[in-house]
């Protein structure tokens, strides 16, 4: 086995100047020993109409012949840099992440070393590029035949006229024509598989590279052909990232190569299946920044402000998986748990949750333990039987790229009795849950305790998603109880329950929200649901007045 160690050959072509209305890109061109196809791809990239910022090498193994041909095309003015590591088998992923790691951009095009591309290839990438967004490209296989026509200069397919590949498809010298269509990039249906992992490839694959440093880049424990790029694809669908199709837009033209042994393929299909299950957290251990050993790179690589998602938990096995599911993009899962007697430790350890048992002090005394047991500034606040939305999880990411604030609410969007109402109390129910821990604390109030901050909040994109009680019966029980603390909490403030608070402030209850906002359109729930609030607001004054009437 060879014992060199990986190392960085710097390029010496100096990077094209960026573009103000665009990211600065860094390409990576994955490679190993197949130096008359680099060369190739090379030449294509020399073409670019507009040039990437670096294009980085990542060299699974090769020798001098792939060192030559990197070399020459450094001294032709490419902005080359060759990271290179010894050939100990097929370790694509250690390769990719080592070439990231010295990457100096904002984002990321894949690209293996034997896919051919069209001139204006990254500058469509780019066109497509958008935040919370990842792009994948398409792919042309060409026969051994015209594969090797093409390697020795007798043919040039990225100058073919189209009754050329027509003929070529005819042939049987290319699989396909479909990818050379072009449709406009900002068509909407390149948004309609938006969590489609299947055909995702990262010999065509462009990912802004903070999405790319949150779930840790690719995951390491994959050696040997295959599903490496399916697995980063779904952890980065599970942080919140979706898909973009670059289909008719970003084709390569992919050279011929024999098929790689897959004698880990079962092992790294079956890694594929736990990720896919949700049986592994999205933030490989094994990854990019075990490689980052720069200290400034290892500060850009974590520039990204630190989450805690906190959640308070008593026997919530019914909807907490639901609810880690949604935040497993955080970077922390704490859950404080009040005794459980069901499922709910086995489900959060499950999603890698720090499990931590409190004994039940209120609601706004027990989230604020969760929250000072985080490890992170920024906090994300739920409720076990709440999750978050795919656009708001990819709003609330966007927010920690670039905070222009310390504390946010999102709308609540609640079900009840089956329905999810969309108006009155039940939609917008704003809600503050994401904030930074030192401009923000919970209220001690026992019942419908609230955020405190001076800092201005703002709001996201995106549904908090709220499922109520399962049946109407446990519902009103749990009302009857928050009466009851309501109650002792305005008794204890000095509050008096006056005949015209007992009566008028029902019935304004019912005004503002069945009429003004159009509570009346969620038919018989919105009904019950605004009855019910309206009662509880009579039973809660009611309540107070017996209390008042007790101690006096």
């Known amino acids: 086995m060879n014992n060199a160690k990986p190392r960085v050959i710097e390029g010496g072509g100096a990077p094209s100047a960026p573009r103000p209305t665009a990211p600065r890109v860094s390409l990576i061109v994955t490679t190993y020993e197949r130096p008359d196809a680099l060369d190739a791809v090379l030449g294509t990239l020399s073409r670019q109409t507009r040039m990437p910022d670096e294009i980085i090498i990542a060299d699974d193994g090769s020798g001098l012949e792939t060192r030559a041909v990197i070399e ?21 992923s250690v390769a990719r992440n080592l070439a990231v790691a010295h990457a100096q951009c904002d984002y990321l095009i894949f690209l293996d070393g034997d896919c051919m591309v069209f001139e204006d290839f ?5 066109k497509l590029a958008e935040n919370g967004w990842l ?42 024509l479909s ?51 399916a697995d980063l694809v779904t952890r980065l669908f599970k942080s919140g990232v979706r898909r973009k199709d670059g289909h008719y837009a970003v084709p390569t033209l992919h050279l011929w190569h024999p098929i790689q042994s897959r004698h880990a ?26 490689h980052v050993h720069n200290e400034i790179q290892r500060r850009r690589l974590q520039r990204c402000p630190r989450l805690s998602a906190v959640v308070i938990t008593r026997n919530a096995a019914r909807h907490l998986d639901a609810c880690l599911r949604s935040v497993a993009f955080a970077d ?49 606040a739920l409720d076990a039987d709440e999750w978050i939305s795919d656009e708001l999880a990819s709003a609330i990411r966007r927010a920690m790229h670039h905070p222009t604030g310390y ?91 006056s005949l015209g608070k007992l009566f008028l402030n029902p019935a304004v209850r019912f005004v503002k929200f069945y009429l003004l906002r159009l509570g009346f359109l969620d038919g018989l729930p919105g009904l019950v649901h605004i009855s019910v609030g309206c009662y509880n607001t009579f039973i809660k004054y009611a309540k107070l007045r017996e209390m008042q009437q007790r101690r006096g």
Request: overall charge positive; aromatic content about 10%; glycine content about 8%.
């Open 72 to 92: 020459r095309w450094k001294n032709a003015g490419l902005p080359l840099i060759h990271v290179w590591q010894p050939d100990e088998g097929f370790r694509a």
């Open 122 to 126: 990254v500058e469509t990438h780019l």
């Open 135 to 176: 792009v994948v490209g398409s792919r042309i296989l060409m026969s051994p035949q015209l594969t090797e026509a093409t390697l020795r200069g007798r043919e040039q397919p990225l100058d073919w006229s189209r009754k050329r590949w027509l003929r070529a498809r005819l042939d049987g010298r290319i699989n396909r």
């Open 179 to 229: 990818p050379l269509i072009r449709v406009a990039v900002d068509n909407p249906l390149r948004k309609l598989r938006r969590c489609r992992w299947q055909g995702a490839h990262s010999c065509n694959l462009g990912i802004w590279y903070n999405d790319f440093s949150v779930v840790n880049g690719f995951d390491e424990d994959y050696e040997g052909w295959g599903h490496e790029d």
């Open 265 to 290: 393929e079962n092992e790294n299909r079956q890694r594929l299946a736990d990720i896919l299950s949700g049986q592994r957290r999205i933030r490989t251990p094994n990854g990019l920044l075990q």
């Open 332 to 380: 922390e899962i704490v859950v404080v748990d009040s005794g459980s007697s069901d499922a709910t430790q086995q489900i959060a350890e499950r999603w890698g949750a720090r499990f931590i048992s409190h004994e039940w002090e209120g609601f706004g005394r027990q989230k604020q333990f969760a929250v000072e047991q985080a490890r992170n500034p920024w906090i994300l």
């Open 407 to 497: 504390a946010y609410a999102f709308a609540r969007r609640n079900r009840f009795m089956g329905r999810w109402l969309r108006h009155g109390e039940g939609y917008p129910d704003y809600n503050l849950r994401l904030f930074h821990r030192d401009h923000a604390r919970w209220s001690s109030d026992p019942v419908h305790e609230k955020l405190l901050t001076a800092a201005t909040v703002e709001r996201l994109p995106g549904d908090l998603m709220h499922e109520s009680e399962d049946g109407l019966s446990r519902y009103l029980d749990k009302q009857n109880s928050y009466t009851t603390l309501q109650a002792r909490m305005l008794l204890d403030a000095g509050k008096n329950a």
